[in-house]
């Protein structure tokens, strides 16, 4: 008599789990080089798969920095897209979040994602670690000397809570982190930002 038992077989894995593990060997590998949105902005990965992954940009990638620097398995069909406002658009204060027509006019606004807040006489270089010491406002509304704080102040607002930007996909606390992460990092999210989340005027 034979004790041995029959040979067994792995279950055949359909397409669906497959696509499951190809992404998760996607994030993980994504994580061993530093990714620019994973490592940089040390974000939950729920948070980014609930706004960014979620929407398209106007070119119908994922509204992410990586998601829409990637190849085609990036795209998505019948999402939202996401859009914030320029610069331009905010150097006019009351169109801040949290903006008080009071006695004396200002926008008070939390950090959302961190801690903290900022308004519109906060120095850039106080929330973003370096950059200018002028105001958040001077960096909006003198562009010949603040290009770059132009476009970063522009982000961190539309990253705030009661902005008009649609289906944003960072918080103002990882734009603050985008830009202190530095390098390549602050390159290539910059060129995102500019490119991509600066689609109202």
Known sequence: MNNTQPESFPEPIDAARLAVLARRRMLLASLGKGSAVVAAVAAPMQSLAA???????????????????SAAHSTGNNLPTCAGWSPGYYKTLSHWPKYDAGNTPNAVNAINGGSGSFNEATPFSTLFGD????????????TNTHQEEFHWTAALLNGTVGSPAQNYPY????????YKAGGDTRIKAYAFLIDFMETHT
């Not at 992954?53 to 990586?66: E, F, M, V, Y």
């Not at 950059?131 to 003198?142: A, I, K, M, P, Q």
């Not at 918080?171 to 985008?178: E, G, H």
């Open 131 to 142: 950059g200018s010491s002028d105001s958040l406002l001077t960096c909006l509304v003198d």
């Open 171 to 178: 918080t103002a606390q990882q734009i603050i982190d985008l």
């Open 51 to 69: 706004i960014g992954t979620l929407a398209n940009t106007a070119d119908g990638k994922r509204c992410t920095i990586s998601g829409n620097m």
